[in-house]
Every structure is written in structure tokens, then in C-alpha cells.
């Protein structure tokens, strides 16, 4: 769903740590999904994006992990590093038909803290 | 151009007055959408542009706001009798198909309602 007014929830790691970022999608029509990362001051920039007929994506540092059973999303960041501090957006797009065919529709957001 | 162009960078304006925010594609981008996020949030939507399509407006959250996207390519996010709850950064991003293909974000708008 869209996120209103909501204050964003946070995961706080030690650099050098994994971290593990989740997201719940609502759409079950939706086959195409992104994470994006947004730091201070700056529109959000992609990571990573999967299809519906993956349940897993591997990047340079970066696993996204799709279950569509549950409509669920996460974004693994292994030996996480101060540059990754930033606010995670899932996204999710629906490309089957309708009125919101392609519409971006994005997550709630993390705020992820790393520490030196 | 080379990514999505948004202008003003920053924008102060008197609580009753009206601003347009402007928004430049990447070239070839059939698909447009408006985001505004307040300081410390997530992503509101606002309006969806595909092509020759009827925007997706469900996102406007009062009549005050309006968007258009003139040629397919530069749109313009329109706010009549700004309220100070208005203030927030607008990001506007494009992507080029319906398909499976991430939207580029332009560097957003920072509103500020005086």
C-alpha cells in the first residue's frame, strides 16, 4: 500500500555485519519488483530488481529473496559498510492490465543505520 | 537528457499561493509519476502518466493539485492556494515501458509553504 504519514521503521547494524531488510507487498497481481535505495538530499537510486518467476536475485553485495506465497520481500546486504546507510524502498509493479498498468507502487521504507 | 530533471530545486512560496513544479523525463520515457515525500517519510503517490493513457490520479490528495504532461515528455505538477501541510520534497520519476524496467528518480522539488 502507499506509505501516508507513517514514520519509518529503522534497523540499526555494526559495520561489517549482514543485514536483512523486509518488505510485505500487497498486490498479488504484481510480477516486477525493485529496491531502491535513497540517501539524504538525493531521489531514490535502484539497487536490485526480480521478476515474479525468480525467488531469488543475487547482485554485487546485495540478495533480494521473493516469496509470493506470503507477498513477501527482503533485501540481504552482506559485510554492510557506513556508505549503506540510506532509507530502503521496496517497490512493486503491476504489469498485467488496468488502470495501474505499470504504476510503481512503493513500500514503506527502512531507515538503515550502520555503525563504525 | 542524461536522467530525469527536476526544477526548481527549491522552492519557497507564501501559504495562499499557487507553484508549478516542473519535471523533464528521461527521453523516450513513455511512463511519468509523481511522488511527494515529507521529511522523514516514505513515498506518497500522486499521479501516474503511461503514454496516451488517462493519468492515474488517485494519489492527488485534494483538488488543489494538478499535474499535466504536455507531448508525452515535460510535466508539470500544478498547487493552487498552497497550505503549509504542502510542504515536502516532489520527486517525479520516468521509466520507458510498462514492462519490466526501473523508474529513474529526478532529484526532487524541496516545497517549502511560508
Known amino acids: 500500500g502507499e506509505s501516508v504519514g507513517l514514520h519509518l521503521p529503522t534497523l540499526s547494524v555494526q559495520e561489517g555485519d549482514n543485514s536483512i531488510i523486509n518488505c510485505a507487498y500487497s498486490?498479488?497481481?504484481?510480477?516486477?519488483f525493485i529496491w531502491y535505495k535513497q540517501e539524504s538530499g538525493k531521489g531514490p537510486q535502484f539497487i536490485i530488481d526480480?521478476?515474479?518467476?525468480?525467488d531469488k536475485r543475487q547482485g554485487q553485495r546485495v540478495t533480494v529473496l521473493l516469496n509470493k506465497t506470503v507477498k513477501h520481500l527482503s533485501l540481504q546486504i552482506a559485510a554492510t559498510q557506513p556508505g549503506d546507510s540510506a532509507v530502503y524502498f521496496c517497490?512493486?509493479?503491476?504489469?498485467?492490465?488496468?488502470?495501474?498498468?505499470?504504476?510503481?507502487?512503493f513500500g514503506q521504507g527502512t531507515i538503515l543505520t550502520v555503525h563504525p | 537528457g542524461a536522467g530525469v530533471s527536476q526544477s526548481p530545486s527549491n522552492k519557497v512560496t507564501e501559504k495562499g499561493k499557487d507553484v508549478e513544479l516542473r519535471c523533464d523525463p528521461i527521453?523516450?520515457?513513455?511512463?511519468l509519476y509523481w511522488y511527494r515525500q515529507s521529511l522523514g517519510q516514505g513515498l506518497e503517490f500522486l499521479i501516474y502518466?503511461?503514454?496516451?493513457?488517462?493519468?492515474?490520479k488517485s494519489g492527488l490528495p485534494s483538488d488543489r493539485f494538478s499535474a499535466e504532461r504536455t507531448g508525452g515528455s515535460v510535466s508539470t505538477l500544478t498547487i493552487q492556494r498552497t497550505q503549509q501541510e504542502d510542504s515536502a520534497v516532489y520527486l517525479c520519476?520516468?521509466?520507458?515501458?510498462?514492462?519490466?524496467?526501473?523508474?529513474?528518480f529526478g532529484q526532487g522539488t524541496r516545497l517549502t509553504v511560508v
Open positions: 520519476a520516468s521509466s520507458s515501458t510498462r514492462g519490466n524496467t526501473e523508474a529513474f
Open positions: 498486490n498479488s497481481a504484481s510480477d516486477y
Open positions: 526480480i521478476r515474479s518467476n525468480m
Open positions: 517497490a512493486e509493479k503491476e504489469n498485467a492490465g488496468g488502470t495501474s498498468y505499470g504504476k510503481l507502487t
Open positions: 527521453s523516450g520515457h513513455t511512463a
Open positions: 502518466f503511461q503514454g496516451n493513457s488517462a493519468p492515474d
